[in-house]
């Protein structure tokens, strides 16, 4: 079946600017959460939807950063004001629990984007 | 707080030879404890995974056991093979953060040599 899916790829923003990054997770996963993953790291939480319910947006690095599930499937994840330190691959994951500890994160390819 | 340590940024081993990748974690807590690989231009996927004390995660040839005595959670494999080159991560969930988010370490790159 389907995976994740994450677009666009890749997007190069100039500084200042705002981005919107998509994320469709497998169809009916119930949680949904996205991670940055700067160069040469692992992955970092960022915030966690159950169903269309933000239940934890501690990860976000500051109020540039804002993200929705309106109808508890497609999340998108805005960035405004754009700066460097942005720079990173937005990853977005599901599942299909709701917030255990043991089951699996599918994971999709990522969006990787560069502020220049 | 909770943390995951891996202490290799790469290991460079050659075809058939055994393999160790460290993984240490701190947490107050009971979590389950995880290693995810990840390919060039791909997410993470899930490799292997451990839910309680002594258990013990296996895959392809790979195996880590869930040690709480030591708070552990080494990767290992008898004999390597080049498709096995990726970046590994060990992840933990289930801690006073948050039983849902994972907590990564900083990956260790594998590279086979043929």
């Known amino acids: 079946g389907a995976g994740v899916s994450q677009s666009p790829r890749y997007k190069v923003a100039k500084r200042g600017q705002d981005v919107a990054l998509r994320c469709d997770p497998i169809s009916g996963h119930v949680s949904l959460f996205w991670y940055q993953q700067a160069l040469g790291q692992g992955p970092e939480f960022l915030t966690y939807?159950?169903?269309?319910?933000?239940?934890?947006k501690s990860g976000l690095p500051s109020d540039r950063f804002f993200a929705e599930r309106p109808e508890g499937s497609v999340s998108t994840l805005k960035i405004q004001r754009t700066q460097q330190e942005d720079s990173a691959v937005y990853l977005c994951a599901s599942s299909p629990t709701q917030g255990t500890a043991d089951y699996e994160q599918y994971f999709g390819p990522g969006t990787r984007l560069t502020v220049t | 707080g909770d943390s995951v340590v891996q202490t290799e940024g790469q290991v460079l081993p050659s075809e058939g030879d055994s393999l160790i990748v460290n993984c240490s974690y701190e947490?107050?807590?009971?979590?389950?404890l995880f290693w995810y690989v990840q390919y060039p231009g791909e997410g993470p996927q899930l490799h292997l995974k451990a839910m309680k004390a002594n258990d013990k995660g296996r895959n392809k040839g790979f195996e880590a056991m869930y040690r709480k005595e030591t708070t552990s959670f080494h990767l290992e494999k008898d004999s390597v093979q080049e498709s096995d080159s990726a970046v590994y991560f060990c992840a933990l969930s289930g801690t006073t953060s948050g039983t849902y988010k994972y907590i990564f370490g900083t990956g260790t790159r594998l590279k086979v040599l043929a």
């Open positions: 939807f159950q169903n269309e319910a933000q239940l934890d």
């Open positions: 947490t107050t807590q009971y979590p389950s």
